[in-house]
C-alpha cells in the first residue's frame, strides 16, 4: 500500500518534503512578500518556513487531508517572530541615537510594495488590527484558504475564524477609506494649497 504524502513526511522521507515544496512554495512566498514587504526577508521565511516543517513532521497526525493549512499555520509563526524581531531590531537602531528617525515599519511595507492606492491603505491599516485579525485577513484574503482550512492553520474554530475576518474586513475598509481621504487632501476640507481650494471627498461618495 502505497503512503500517503502525510505519512511519508512524518516518517522522514525527504521526497515528501520536496513534493510539499513544489506544491507550495510559490504561494508561501506571496505570503511572506505581502506580510513583510521584502522579496529577501520573504525568501528568508519561506526558508524558515519548510525548515520548521520539517522539524515539526513528528507532530502530524494520522490521516489524507492536505498539509496546506498545517504548512501556512507554521508560515503565520514564522512571519510573526520575523516581524517581531524587525520591530526590535529598528527599537536597538531607535535606542543608539540614529540622527535620521527609524523608518516605520506599515510605511516601509507600503513603499517597497506599491500595488495600487487602494492595496497601499490597506497594507498601512493592516498593524492597526489585532494580531488575530491580521492572520485570518492574510490566510482568507491573500492566500485564499477557506474557513475550514484557516482554522486549522490557526488552531482555532471555524467559527471564530468567520469572527474575526468579518471585524477585520469591517474595520480595514474605515481605516483604509479614511487614509485614502487624507492623502489625497492633507490640509483637510476648506484650505488654501498651491493658490487653490482643497475640497475633501470621501471614498463613499468617489464610488457611487
Known sequence: MELSQRARLCAG????????????????YAYAQRTLGD??????????TYLEAWRLRGKLHEGDESLRP?????ATNVLHNTARATRRHKAAMARLGEREPV????????TRIDAGAELAAVRR????????????????VWV??????AAEALGVPVGTVRSRLSRARTRLRA???KELTNRRDP?????????????????????R
Not at 523608518?103 to 507600503?110: C, H, K, P, R, S
Not at 491599516?125 to 482568507?140: G, I, T, Y
Not at 490640509?187 to 464610488?207: C, I, K, W, Y
Open 103 to 110: 523608518e516605520d515599519f506599515a510605511e516601509g511595507l507600503v
Open 125 to 140: 491599516a493592516l498593524p492597526s488590527l489585532r494580531r488575530s485579525e491580521r492572520e485570518v485577513f492574510r490566510l482568507c
Open 70 to 74: 498545517w504548512l501556512f499555520g507554521i
Open 39 to 48: 522579496w529577501a526577508a520573504a525568501e528568508d521565511a519561506v526558508s524558515l
Open 175 to 177: 481605516l483604509a477609506e
Open 187 to 207: 490640509t483637510g476640507p476648506g484650505q488654501v494649497r498651491d493658490g487653490g481650494l482643497v475640497a475633501a471627498r470621501s471614498m463613499q461618495g468617489e464610488n
Open 144 to 149: 485564499g484558504l477557506d474557513y475550514a482550512s
Open 13 to 28: 522521507d525527504r521526497s515528501a518534503l520536496g513534493e510539499l515544496f513544489d506544491a507550495h512554495a510559490q504561494a508561501v
